[in-house]
């Protein structure tokens, strides 16, 4: 299970809509039970969840409501 302390290496593409200083610390919904996948810049060992609409502009986040901590499981 990943725990509050198990660190993972993702690649989400999110640079054209996220400035990667403002992430960090930030809690966000990350998949954790996938297979390390093999991506250009290295190994990509989760996904993070955000969402997108087409003829929306952006990227959004899924982030957790306050109270919630480092390695919950989605439910």
Known sequence: SLGGDDRRQVFA??????DPNTL???LVVMV???APRQMK?????G????????GVPG???IS???GA???MRLR
């Open 13 to 18: 593409g999110i640079k054209s809509a996220y």
């Open 24 to 26: 960090v610390g930030r």
């Open 32 to 34: 954790a039970n996938l």
């Open 41 to 45: 810049f290295g190994i990509s060992e």
């Open 47 to 54: 996904m993070i969840v955000a969402a997108s609409a087409e």
């Open 59 to 61: 990227l959004f986040l």
């Open 64 to 66: 957790p409501d306050s």
């Open 69 to 71: 901590k480092p390695g």
